[in-house]
């Protein structure tokens, strides 16, 4: 069986003989069919993001939590839309695509929550709801040797339509730096690692946030879970 990726083949950056190969296995393999159609869906909601989406996000005035008391939710901005068309080579594209597909939405791995091969734990954050309610949300965010976080969360409203949760390093001045998104079911809960491109311990809080997919990369104010990172 070739090893021909599906991304690939559906952002087109091929040679005549893989994407000969490809159109044939576009006849005979219903799985690889299935995934290069799925891509090509992803692909097109990359190229129609606006410009801005590609921008690094600029951080929206949140309210800090006092030390014991969690903060009511920050009212919600509402924010322009901006129709953009975005022409990017094939091989950005796929890769997008792929960050995309890692979890629905997901920037970073789905992991189990015990996983033996995770780095060391450094530090623990506990994760509590910003709002009160009959069975909260929780959560629990470690901060591993080598630069990753593993996130654990239960509780949270199942995920309808295009929105999608977002993890954030949150300063006390509010600077915000974004780690990664994810969907959940039914079930509310997920697990996952991102990358942590800033050192933690600049950083007051871990956020996780609900988020419309609107093509905006800022924060959008609607924080769901907290924790003080020291």
Do not use: K
């Amino acid at each position: 069986m070739s090893d021909l990726d599906p991304i690939e083949f559906a952002a087109g950056d091929l040679d005549p003989a893989a994407r000969a190969e490809g159109e044939a296995r576009m006849r005979d393999d219903a799985r690889f069919r299935d995934d290069v159609v799925r891509m090509r869906e992803v692909l097109a909601r990359i190229d129609a993001l606006p410009a801005d989406a590609w921008d690094p996000p600029a951080p929206p005035p949140l309210r800090l939590p006092a030390e014991a008391t969690a903060p009511a939710r920050p009212a919600r901005a509402r924010r322009a839309r901006r129709r953009w068309s975005v022409s990017l080579p094939a091989p950005a594209l796929a890769l997008g695509a792929a960050a995309l597909l890692a979890g629905g939405v997901a920037i970073g791995a789905l992991v189990s929550g015990d996983d033996p091969a995770a780095p060391p734990v450094e530090r623990r954050v506990a994760l509590a709801a910003l709002a009160s309610a009959p069975d909260p949300p929780r959560g629990t965010a470690r901060i591993l040797a080598g630069n990753s976080l593993d996130l654990d969360v239960s509780g949270l409203a199942a995920n309808r339509g295009g929105d999608f949760y977002s993890v954030w390093l949150l300063g006390d001045g509010g600077e915000l730096v974004p780690l990664g998104s994810f969907r959940v079911g039914e079930g509310g809960a997920a697990s996952l690692r991102v990358p942590l491109p800033q050192d933690p311990s600049r950083f007051a809080y871990v956020d996780v946030s609900r988020e419309p997919a609107d093509g905006d990369p800022r924060h959008s104010g609607d924080s769901v879970l907290r924790g003080a990172t020291t």
